[in-house]
């Protein structure tokens, strides 16, 4: 079957954040899905087959990381629809089923395509005690993301600390279900992008993830309500890099980025 890895939230190759797609007929057993994903050892693979035209969408999702299945994951979603469209499987925007609701996914002329997730809810925390030596900075303040992203957030002093960090994963797995986002406002908005952030995922097996889309619908709401714009543009400074547009709209976070297909082959599996 054709397999294909997808660099998504960027417009060239070897950036933004590296996916793996198989488009099925129906999914297979849940041992043989998990041990591709570890196969193809990046952050996530995203599996999809179509749906028969009665159903609430035109196609089903799921996302496994090297170590287990998510609920959410932007980028993958982002690379599953660029390959959709792409290759002519499916044209017009695209509703996807998955763990997280009905996901929906539209293509605009200049080749972006727009992300339709559920809003993090954002609860405020009090700084759980090691953090700042986890992380190896002192949080500003901490809020929790709920279960569907299950993400601790905590805003750091500025830009050049979130670029700076040299995090202990082992230790920072203690303080959420999947991870930990830092995030801090840029230091020069007229680069191009509003805020900056890091996502650390011990728990989901990834030390580091490249561009994070979910991570996204807890940073659109956080930052729209500090800067008083619901659209601004975030950067995820990770070695590989890359942008996310976010558009908050209530209970509703648009998410817009590019995606360019690196390899496609074959599994012989």
């Not at 959410?72 to 998955?98: E, N, S, Y």
């Not at 609701?101 to 395509?113: E, F, K, N, R």
């Not at 993830?209 to 807890?218: E, I, K, L, R």
Request: with cysteine; charged share 20%.
């Amino acid at each position: 079957m054709r397999i294909r890895i997808v660099d998504a939230f960027t417009d060239r190759p070897f950036a933004g954040n590296p996916a793996g797609v198989l488009l099925l007929d129906a999914f297979p057993e849940d041992d043989w899905l998990q041990n591709v994903a570890l196969e193809v050892n990046h952050a996530e693979t995203a599996f999809a087959h179509r749906l028969p035209e009665s159903a609430e969408a035109d196609w089903a999702l799921r996302w496994f990381t090297p170590a287990t299945e998510v609920a959410m994951c932007g980028h993958a979603t982002l690379a599953t629809a660029h390959v959709l469209h792409t290759t002519g499987t499916h044209t017009g925007p695209v509703r996807f089923a998955t763990r997280s609701g009905v996901l929906i996914a539209t293509p605009a002329d200049d080749g972006s395509i727009t992300l339709d997730f559920p809003t993090a809810p954002l609860t405020a925390v009090e700084v759980p005690d090691g953090v700042a030596e986890a992380l190896g900075a002192e949080p500003l303040t901490a809020f929790d993301t709920g279960p569907s992203v299950g993400d601790l957030v905590v805003e750091l002093a500025d830009e050049k600390t979130v670029r700076g960090l040299t995090p202990d994963h082992k230790a920072l797995a203690a303080y959420s279900t999947r991870g930990l986002i830092a995030t801090a406002r840029a230091e020069d908005p007229a680069l191009g992008y509003d805020f900056v952030s890091r996502c650390f995922f011990p728990n989901v097996g990834i030390d580091e993830d490249p561009v994070t889309g979910s991570a996204h619908t807890a940073l659109a709401p956080y930052w729209s309500e500090r800067l008083g714009r619901p659209d601004l543009t975030g950067l995820q400074a990770s070695p590989r890099s890359g942008l996310v547009r976010t558009g908050l709209r209530g209970e509703r976070t648009l998410l817009t980025g590019r995606a360019v297909t690196v390899i496609d082959g074959e599994l012989h599996a």
